[in-house]
């Protein structure tokens, strides 16, 4: 609730009395389900699967609003598990001194990592070694490909699974490596020993496996995307304040953000999707702190189109969810 509204209350309360609670709770109640329903008007007539779960737990200045609509269905989430690896990496890094030891060290840059859909490291233009904080911030500021590969090195994509299985988060699921994820999808036997060459040669051969599928997938559910951000940004798989600084610090680069969060609030996220002939997928998930409130959301749509991309469906979804947002954000804040 804004300033003006409490302002309305409490000047009804002066000169009539304060309500009794049951009418406190039936107008809250009538309240949410006024603000659910413009939300999920917002996203009527699309295409497709989607899927949505939205979460502000209850504070001292306000009840719990939860939304949710096919919040346990197993969605394509693209790049948005880049979270996943962001977080399982800060968690073996775990220590005070984690920022300056994502300083040195220092991760190859060459053909063993080079991958498709990589603006910022460029390959095969670009080869050395990178910081890791360089490689984290590429992956998530610009969902850069290559970085990813090089932060899931890394990392370990076994000890990525093992994190979410500890987590409770059964519907996701994270590839081998970006470049793994493409050579599955092209049919290719030895997907996992795929080279950048090979990747190369491949380029005008058809898509000829799902994106969603159970052997190498970038995948999730709005359940678990928000139970992921409500954990995560509080630091409940941290020990040290400081691998949660860094973590935040990274998310709030999210390039997702700009493209759906009104200005205001301290907003943390990952956006993935993906265009292949036949199969296209947005998600938009992640948390804000918002006027003394924690919000959690996650937004997916999932539709298959037979063109290559489909951008008057992502352009009605994108601006969906960005109404969605600026709802929530005035009822919250």
């Known amino acids: 609730m804004g300033i003006a509204g409490r302002r309305m209350l409490m000047g009804g309360a002066a000169a009539c009395g304060l309500a009794p609670p049951l009418a406190r709770a039936t107008e809250t109640t009538a309240r949410q389900g006024g603000l659910q329903a413009r ?87 670009l080869t050395g070694k990178v910081s890791e904080r360089t490689a984290m911030e590429a992956m998530i500021l610009h969902s850069d490909n290559t970085a990813t590969d090089m932060v899931l090195k890394a990392t370990g994509p076994d000890r990525v699974r093992a994190f979410l299985a500890e987590a409770g988060l059964r519907n996701s699921l994270i590839p081998d490596s970006t470049r ?99 199969y296209h997928a947005l998600c938009a998930p992640g948390a804000v702190f918002l006027a003394g409130r924690w919000l959690y959301f996650a937004f997916i749509l999932n539709w298959y189109s037979a063109a290559e991309t489909d951008p008057t469906t992502v352009a009605r979804y994108l601006a969906a969810v960005q109404a969605a947002m600026v709802d929530l954000y005035a009822a919250l804040g």
């Open 39 to 125: 939300i999920r008007a917002h996203f009527r007539g699309m295409p497709g699967t989607r899927a949505m779960k939205i979460w502000a737990p209850a504070t001292a200045s306000g009840p719990e609003l939860l939304i949710a609509e096919n919040a346990g269905e197993q969605l394509f989430i693209g790049s948005a598990i880049k979270a996943f690896v962001l977080c399982e990496r800060l968690r073996q890094l775990d220590s005070e001194d984690v920022a300056s030891r994502i300083v040195a060290n220092q991760l190859a840059l060459d053909e063993s990592v080079w991958s498709a859909d990589s603006a910022s490291f460029n390959p095969p233009n």
């Open 180 to 278: 793994s994820f493409f050579a599955y999808l092209l049919g290719a036997p030895d997907y996992r020993s795929f080279t950048w060459a090979e990747l190369l040669a491949a380029d005008d051969k058809p898509i000829v496996n799902s994106p969603l599928n159970p052997e190498q997938s970038l995948a999730s559910s709005a359940e678990d995307l928000v139970a992921f951000y409500a954990d995560s940004v509080q630091g409940r798989f941290f020990h040290h304040a400081a691998s949660l600084q860094e973590y935040r610090n990274v998310l709030s680069l999210g390039d997702v953000i700009h493209r759906v969060l009104p200005l205001g609030g301290s907003a943390f996220a990952k956006g993935g999707s993906i265009d292949v002939r036949g």
